[in-house]
T-cell receptor, first 112, second 113 residues
Framework: QKEVEQNSGPLSVPEGAIASLNCTYS??????FFWYRQYSGKSPELIMS????GDKEDGRFTAQLNKASQYVSLLIRDSQPSDSATYLC????????????FGGGTRVLVKP | DAGITQSPRYKITETGRQVTLMCHQT?????MFWYRQDLGHGLRLIYY???????DKGEVSDGYVVSRSKTENFPLTLESATRSQTSVYFC????????????FGEGSWLTVV
């Protein structure tokens, strides 16, 4: 079992719709969670960080964390073609020396 | 605001050659990291450094060497390149350890033939 798992996609959503991305992780004691966006051929850039259970909103993005179920999700509201990218979930994993461990990423395609 | 710069951005080398990827950051961040990104594996940590002269292995460190004589520089050396080391390499930095935001450089595309 991978320490951080994501569906590779592609997740195809129509413009204006909500894109919902999920991530599960193996370490029950993880406390720090991040979502990065990576455009093709570019480096990852941070979208959101979340540390507490519940929802955290930033513009069109909402991160949701459920530590009991060991999942973190990202919602993209009013999806735009410019949101087409790969979204990487990252979790600080104790077994990895408390280092950031990345999932394989979910590719999102927003169709006009 | 230069941030993190990597060089070279693109390199083709032959099996068995030594290759050094350079990384320079202007933020005076304590922590620096090297990741590689491959299809099917995502981003994997090669080495990290908590400060000058302090380095430690990550998940996939075999065949790689790092040094950190100055806070701002963190070069990654492939001692004897192999085809399996063909990858995209990202340098990153953060103010504190992984619980804080990590900022990535633009990446170095390395092909070993």
């Amino acid at each position: 079992q991978k320490e951080v798992e994501q569906n590779s996609g592609p997740l195809s959503v129509p413009e204006g719709a909500i894109a919902s991305l999920n991530c599960t992780y193996s370490d029950r004691v993880s406390q720090s969670f991040f979502w990065y966006r990576q455009y093709s051929g570019k480096s990852p850039e941070l979208i959101m960080s979340i540390y507490s259970n519940g929802d955290k909103e930033d513009g069109r993005f909402t991160a949701q964390l459920n530590k009991a179920s060991q999942y973190v999700s990202l919602l993209i509201r009013d999806s735009q073609p410019s949101d087409s990218a790969t979204y990487l979930c990252a979790v600080v994993i104790k077994a990895a020396g408390n280092k950031l461990t990345f999932g394989g990423g979910t590719r999102v395609l927003v169709k006009p | 605001d230069a941030g993190i710069t990597q060089s070279p951005r693109y390199k083709i080398t032959e099996t068995g050659r030594q290759v050094t990827l350079m990384c320079h950051q202007t933020w005076s961040h304590s922590y620096m990291f090297w990741y590689r990104q491959d299809l099917g594996h995502g981003l994997r940590l090669i080495y990290y450094s908590a400060a000058a002269d302090i380095t430690d292995k990550g998940e996939v460190s075999d065949g790689y060497v790092v040094s950190r004589s100055k806070t701002e520089n963190f070069p990654l050396t492939l001692e004897s390149a192999t085809r399996s080391q063909t990858s995209v390499y990202f340098c990153a930095s953060s103010e504190q350890d992984s619980g804080n935001t990590i900022y990535f450089g633009e990446g170095s595309w390395l092909t070993v033939v």
